[in-house]
């Protein structure tokens, strides 16, 4: 069975740091594309971070860049993302997701190319 499970969300403090996990299973994640997604109530989703397992290369949305980082562990079918200095407007349900067509530059970050997601966690910045 197919699945992404996130992990690693919780309450942060502005200017604080957060690292969330996004585990595969079912699926080996070498030559997929892996996207960091997030939705705050009210608002739509946003393309956060986006990551090729197959060779590292990297996309940042403007919003994060800077800030945040997308890593790799191919050992442990698992993808990282690293948030630093967060701000209450990253409070937000964070989502992973894999897509396996796509193309080389930029990565993808609408969401919609995306092949499988999984099912959030919740991150609030907040003192």
């Known amino acids: 069975q197919v699945q992404l499970v996130e992990s690693g969300g919780g309450l942060v403090q502005p200017g604080g740091s957060l690292t969330l996990s996004c585990a595969a299973s079912g699926f080996t994640l070498d030559y997929y594309a892996i996207g960091w997604f997030r939705q705050a109530p009210g608002k739509e989703r946003e393309g956060a971070a986006c990551?090729?397992?197959?060779?590292?290369?990297?996309h940042y949305a403007d919003s994060v860049k800077g800030r945040f980082t997308i890593s790799r562990d191919v050992p442990r079918n698992t993808v990282h993302l690293q948030m630093n200095n967060v701000k209450p407007e990253d409070t937000a349900v964070y989502y992973c997701a894999a897509v396996s067509h796509y193309p080389p530059a930029p990565l993808p970050l609408t969401g919609r190319e995306y092949d499988y997601w999984g099912q959030g966690t919740q991150v609030t910045v907040s003192s």
């Open positions: 990551i090729s397992v197959h060779n590292g290369k990297t």
